[in-house]
């Protein structure tokens, strides 16, 4: 079975710290990759995606994931993080041999301090 | 463009009330669905509908039931509530279908449901 795993449940951060949360899943086939940010008591917001083409994707507040097809991994980072990042963010995969089945990570929980 | 809307943002029940849980969209997305989120658990699919007139399970269906009404609405229904069932639910839509392979999913703002 398709899954999508977070090593990390929290990500604890000083603000203008770099910051990388990791994300790996376990097929290697065709896939569709996606980072969802949900702020305290809101909705999950879609802060990138690689469907195909470059393997380095920029998302929205200055976020970046870099798709590596040999580790199956889709690591996102960010290099100044500001206290306004304080959210739970969620990797989550779209495998096309499943039907595009979405699957999501557990999530990283990321508290930026001042 | 409101995007997926859902009511009521919170409520409270009793268990063993029923309630029903609403969802809609206007993006004319083929796929909508419903997850339930817990602490420390992360989203669990409940239920999905794939187009207008389908529905199936997801992860975790036990105790509730969907209803794909049209094509811009999907409702979740709680017959029996019980404390178990006290979560935040999210629902989400999609283009997948219809020839549109992509899954990108659109969430609503949640509803926060305790059973006491």
């Known amino acids: 079975a398709q899954s999508v795993t977070q090593l990390d449940s929290q990500v604890p951060v000083f603000e203008e710290a770099p910051v990388e949360l990791r994300c790996n899943y376990s097929?290697?086939?065709?896939?569709?990759l996606f980072w969802y940010v949900q702020y305290p008591n809101q909705g999950l917001q879609l802060l990138l995606k690689?469907?195909?083409?470059?393997?380095l994707v920029k998302g929205i507040n200055g976020f970046e994931a870099e798709f590596n097809k040999s580790q199956t991994s889709f690591h996102l980072r960010k290099p100044s993080v500001h206290i306004s990042d304080t959210a739970e963010y969620f990797c989550a995969v779209s495998f096309k041999a499943a039907g595009n089945k979405l699957t999501f990570g557990g999530g990283t929980r990321v508290l930026v301090k001042p | 463009n409101a995007g997926v809307t859902q009511t009521p943002k919170f409520q409270v029940l009793k268990t063993g009330q029923s309630m029903t849980l609403q969802c809609a969209q206007d993006?004319?997305?083929?796929?909508m669905y419903w997850y339930r989120q817990d602490p420390g658990m992360g989203l669990r699919l409940i239920y999905y509908s794939a187009s207008e007139g389908t529905t199936d399970k997801g992860e975790v269906p036990n105790g509730y039931n969907v209803s794909r009404l049209n094509k811009r609405e999907f409702s979740l229904r709680l017959e029996s509530a019980a404390p178990s069932q006290t979560s935040v639910y999210f629902c989400?839509?999609?283009?997948?279908?219809?020839?549109?392979?992509?899954?990108?999913?659109?969430f609503g703002p949640g509803t926060r449901l305790t059973v006491l």
């Open positions: 690689y469907l195909s083409g470059s393997t």
């Open positions: 989400a839509s999609s283009p997948l279908g219809g020839g549109q392979a992509i899954n990108e999913q659109f």
């Open positions: 993006m004319n997305h083929n796929s």
């Open positions: 097929s290697s086939v065709s896939v569709y």
